[in-house]
């Protein structure tokens, strides 16, 4: 079978769906590989690598001859165009209300593969893309956050006098966050973290920051089956603001990570909030092309407000270290394909029983197949 990996045609993607490890991983696997000329230049991988570890370099045509086609983004309508019907694709498809675009996989008859929906069982914990990039952004979020504020994040204690630690406050502590709270203690910041899930707390200390919340009934509950927060009421909500306003006033570095699962992403700091912080605080809102936590935050842009806040937007954080980001995804996505492989035959073998199939398959023999899209498409 043949694997091609297109270049990403998104202006704002630089990432890549391989590596030269997992190139040759897939050649051992049975595949024939090509990557399209150019695909890794953003990620600086050159060319010349992948084919020396087993690739043809190829051009963005050869997709039409693709079993399976890795990418990092979902395919435009354009693009699906190339693509051989029946063909498998592998992607971040971000189904959630872009029906249409769903529609369009299943048009083409391509059997698409939504990775973020990868359960997170013990046997799919290296195919988790969603874990391998937010603890990317995670970290990224605190390097810009440090970026753009004006001082030091640790204290020094010099002849010319002490710079104080700087204050940072740390709102969701998934995978992103977690990864915020270390990098901001490595920095020697003082490091505080807010969440709604109980399982949130004991992890907050354990990296040594102090844990925030507010901790009634419908906290005890908040926590899903599988792991993720669920949305809160508005009683909730305002009791949270209200614990919020009074800690962010003293903050110099805010990071929010608070996402819901096909859901717009929770509003938790306010403009007012916003308002009483300091000149030069910087507000960084990693949820911010998933509608935002922070009133104002504007998706690819560095707002600076009327009282000289700042409040960071960065699109696709993970591609602001997109050469580590690629690696991992290269490998989260080799991992899976290394599933849907018979190993004796060496050939494409889709076993449409196996769970993680099953929980991923967003598109299959011209139909949305997904239980969670398939009533959409009707
Ligand atoms: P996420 O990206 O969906 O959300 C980020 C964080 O925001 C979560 O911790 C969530 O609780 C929090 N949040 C949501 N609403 C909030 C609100 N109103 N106020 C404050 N915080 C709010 O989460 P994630 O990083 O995907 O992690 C979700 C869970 O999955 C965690 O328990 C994590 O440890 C777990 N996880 C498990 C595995 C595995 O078992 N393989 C892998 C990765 C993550």
Redesign the pocket.
Known sequence: SLIFIPRELDANEPRVAASPDTVKRLTGLGFDVIVETGAGTRSRIPDEDFAKAGATIGKAADVAKADVVLKVRRPTDAELKGYKSGAAVIAIMDPYGNDAAVAALAKAGVTAFSMEFMP???R??SM?V??SQ?NLAGYQAVIDGASEYDRALPMMMTAAGTVPAAKVFI????????QAIATARRLGAVVTA????P??KE?VASLGAKFL?VEDDEFKA??TA???????SKE??AK?AALTAEHIAKQDIVIT?????GRP??K?VSAVMVASMKPGSVIVDL?VERGG?VEGAVPGQVVTTANNVKIVGHLNVPGRVAASASLLYAKNLFTFVETLVDKTTKALAINRDDELVKATMLTDGGKVVHPAFAKAAE
Do not use: C, F, W
């Not at 709102?171 to 977690?178: E, S």
């Not at 990570?257 to 699962?261: C, D, G």
């Open positions: 997170r069982i013990t799919a914990q988790d969603l874990s937010a709102m969701g502590v998934g995978v992103a966050g977690l807010t969440d709604v899930r399982a949130a992890q919340a908040a926590e599988g792991g993720y927060a669920k949305e809160m909730y909500q949270q990570t608070a996402l819901i699962p992403a929770p938790l949820a936590n």
